[in-house]
């Protein structure tokens, strides 16, 4: 699939923004006023940045308020409303942190469960897809819901659970890393079922159907090489869990050290992110002779 960078940054940030959201919902940190206005930017800041990043790659970006009609079969459109019903929970949450110095606890436990909701209907989008084998296998919403509270911790200053979470995420990401390279050739798919006739026998390309790239090729068709591959999947590994966890177990807490967990996080999840997208391989490729 194209590894386009408004979607990655959808992904990414969304994901982030709505992991602290989580936290702050339960009261972790505990804070009021101007604190915890600090707090709440960030994490709207991310979220809607990360939304707003996702309509760059809309072909009529104009139209995505049709996008919320859609619910009863979209798992777009329920991404989109979970996510705006959260941030007006939320909102009603973080006013009265921060401006009357009030808990409202449900309030929060319910904006923390539609945060986690809202990361779970994004990894839907990508889950429910049959034709793209390395993302329609159960640990695809497992992972995003993991980088979603990994992050989240991370970025609350919850740096016990950060580091767990984060060796919890990374072997979850090598898994999904051996279950993904086995999918496609798992599910069956090849060049004869794809065009349907392979009761004639082996099936090859005589020439290609386009004699220039169009849609679907440049959309669903990307090829990306493997000792590349191995080497960012090396580099996401080792930033993305690995140093921030021994950074937060290992030594003693300072602002500067925290910060450096918070970038390598940032390095291992947008690396990991471009090859979740990079390594996906699209059946319509079959036709095309790319797989």
Do not use: C
């Amino acid at each position: 699939m194209n590894p386009a960078p408004s979607v990655i940054i959808f992904t990414s940030l969304s994901g982030l923004g709505f992991g602290l959201m989580f936290f702050l919902g339960f009261g972790m940190p505990a804070v009021t006023g101007w604190v915890a206005f600090a707090f709440f930017f960030v994490a709207y800041a991310l979220a809607v940045g990360g939304l707003l990043a996702s309509t760059l790659h809309l072909g009529n970006p104009q139209r995505a308020m049709k996008a919320f009609s859609q619910w009863r079969t979209s798992w777009l459109s329920r991404e989109g409303v979970s996510a705006v019903l959260t941030l007006l929970v939320m909102a009603v949450y973080a006013t009265g942190l921060i401006f009357f110095d009030k808990n409202l606890q449900i309030v929060g436990w319910i904006a923390a469960l539609l945060s986690l909701l809202t990361v779970f209907t994004t990894s839907k989008i990508y889950n429910q897809l049959k034709t793209v084998p390395r993302w329609h296998m159960p640990l695809t919403p497992v992972l995003f819901l993991t980088y979603a509270l990994a992050g989240g911790a991370l970025l609350s200053g919850q740096d016990t659970a950060a580091a767990v979470l984060l060796l919890v995420l990374t072997a979850l990401q090598l898994a999904a890393w051996q279950m993904g390279d086995k999918a496609f050739k798992t599910a069956g798919h090849t060049i004869e079922t794809a065009t349907g006739l392979g009761h004639l026998g082996k099936v090859r390309l005589l020439e290609g159907p386009h004699s220039s790239p169009n849609y679907l090729m440049k959309e669903m068709v990307h090829v990306v090489g493997r000792k590349h591959s191995q080497k960012l999947r090396v580099i996401a590994t080792i930033t993305l869990g690995l140093i921030p966890a021994a950074l937060l177990l290992a030594l003693t807490f300072s602002h500067l050290l925290a910060l450096i967990a918070v970038i390598s996080h940032l390095i291992g999840l947008f690396t990991s992110r471009w090859l979740f997208f990079a390594e996906a391989e699209h059946v319509v490729g079959l036709y095309y002779d790319k797989r």
